[in-house]
């Protein structure tokens, strides 16, 4: 296999290439920094690109492989987003408002690092992962490799961009409202949103309240399954531990699913909420799918306390971004928007916010419910097709945040209750850009989610398509 398809051939072919011998480390390193220098002018996707630590990292993981050593992602480039700490570097959160460098790596960056995995950059973030785009005033705009004049998404747009265009075998990507679903849809990629306390997000206990989880953007499930493998488990101070899963996460995507029990719901969280044709078609395809595949399909469209629950999100929302620029160093740095917003939550009353950000506790068994009657529920993951790069830019912050809800409106519900959902590719639009569907599981499963999403993998094989937006770059 040549070095560029190598590029494209995600995380297990390459370090199988690796411990095989069929390619070096250090060549695997170097095409992807060449690729990165020649698509990344277009892209914008990473902030930091590692180019010399990178092939040192490269060249040492080609002396262990001479050694006999093997690890699972021994030489596989991987990139990680801007808001996970990194040694040396301070963790930007797509501001310019961090200045002081981190005494040392995150915990999975350094779970990465004892894989054997080698960190190739940084990729970026729309300020404080406030929006469903990636695009500030400062950074401008990442674009997605399937059609640049649209967006990749967000927040963990940057990784998506990478992972998609060849730039990395993997990425590492944070959720706090669908940031690695969102992404991972409108780019062609699979990423599954772990259980709350599933990664350690160390050294941090907890990200705004518990709803940010972090996790992979990969190209297959199986690759998603085996960095997973690498990162997860908890770490001292973790504010949330989740339940350790049944097996091995490599081992649930190589396991037939069974005959399960699927909900389908077409049901926006909150009125009124239109959902696109196409985006329609491939819910109603893949349920078709996977009825084909012997498993019970039944329409399922449960209430979920929209009005209430929705207005403690957006409250909620607001006010954690009042508290992320609160805790910036230079918090006066960031772009107008961000200010505009986290202005809006400083101005919750208090009242408004002890009910917003109380506890789960009932909201959580209310969503739940559904899974007493079912073992995976299928949605919508976005509303409509990808997004256009710069679409919002007329809307003045209000009127950006409710369209932002509304595009996203299947995924926040499970940052808060803090279920495993994955976004799955599911087709394409008219004009050629991905569209996907979510799986959520029941809490602490990401096993079912995993057999089911590969299962529908070998169906309908997503990952040997290379985006057709990058021209002649490939």
């Known amino acids: 296999m040549e070095l560029t398809q190598l590029c494209f051939a995600g995380v297990a072919r390459q370090a199988h290439a690796v411990r095989s011998g069929e390619v070096t480390a250090h060549e695997l390193v170097l095409e992807h920094l060449r690729r990165i220098e020649r698509i990344d002018p277009k892209l914008n996707a990473f902030r930091l690109v590692f180019t010399e630590q990178a092939l040192a990292q490269a060249q ?15 030489g596989v480039p991987i990139a990680v987003k ?18 002081t460098p981190q005494p040392a ?40 490799p399937w059609s640049l004049t649209h967006s990749p998404g967000g927040s963990s747009g940057g990784s998506a961009a990478a992972v998609a265009a060849g730039l990395a075998a993997a990425a590492i990507g944070t959720d706090g409202a669908g940031s690695l679903r969102i992404p991972a849809a409108v780019t062609g990629l699979f990423a599954l949103k772990p259980q709350r306390g599933r990664v350690s997000l160390a050294p941090e206990p907890q990200v705004l309240g518990g709803l940010v989880v972090a996790g992979p953007l990969t190209r297959t499930v199986g690759d998603w399954a085996l960095v ?78 929209d009005l209430a629950a929705s207005t403690q999100f957006a409250l909620r929302y607001l006010h954690n971004a009042h508290l ?9 740095l960031v772009e107008a ?26 909201l959580t068994a209310y969503a739940n419910r559904v899974f007493a ?26 009127t950006a945040l409710l369209a932002a809800a509304r595009y996203t409106t299947f995924l926040p519900l499970w940052n808060i209750v803090g279920n495993p959902a994955a976004s799955v590719p599911a087709g394409r639009t008219s004009s050629g850009l991905p569209l996907a569907v979510q799986l959520v599981g029941r809490q602490h499963d990401e096993c079912t989610l995993l057999s089911v999403s590969a299962q529908l993998e070998r169906a309908r094989p997503w990952a040997d398509r290379t985006p057709s937006g990058l021209g002649h770059a490939n």
């Open 324 to 332: 992320a620029r609160a805790g910036l160093e230079l918090p006066d």
């Open 60 to 74: 040492r993981a080609d002396a262990r492989r001479a050694a006999g050593e093997d690890l699972p992602l021994l």
């Open 228 to 305: 997973a493998d690498q990162i997860h488990g908890a770490a001292p101070g973790d504010a949330h531990v989740a339940h350790p899963p049944r097996t091995s996460f490599t081992e649930a995507a190589r396991t037939d699913p069974g005959r399960l029990r699927i909900g389908v719901s077409l049901r926006p969280w909150g009125p009124g909420i239109p959902i696109a044709d196409e985006v329609r078609d491939v819910v109603q395809d893949t349920a078709a799918l996977l009825t084909d595949l012997g498993h019970d399909v039944v329409r399922l469209d449960p209430p979920m306390r």
């Open 373 to 398: 009657s079912v073992d995976v529920l299928l949605t919508p993951a976005l509303t409509r097709p990808p997004i256009r790069v710069g679409e919002w830019d007329g809307r003045d912050v209000v």
């Open 82 to 99: 801007e808001d996970i700490a990194v040694e040396g570097l301070p963790t930007t959160k797509g501001t310019n408002a961090a200045r």
């Open 105 to 144: 790596d995150s915990a999975i960056v350094a779970r990465l690092r004892a894989a054997g995995a080698v960190v190739i950059g940084l990729t970026r973030m729309p300020e404080l992962g406030l929006w469903p785009h990636t695009e500030s005033s400062w950074a401008g705009p990442t674009r997605n």
């Open 337 to 362: 928007r961000t200010r505009t917003a986290a202005e809006l939550g400083r101005r919750v009353p208090r009242g408004l916010v002890r009910w917003a950000t109380g506890s789960d506790t009932a």
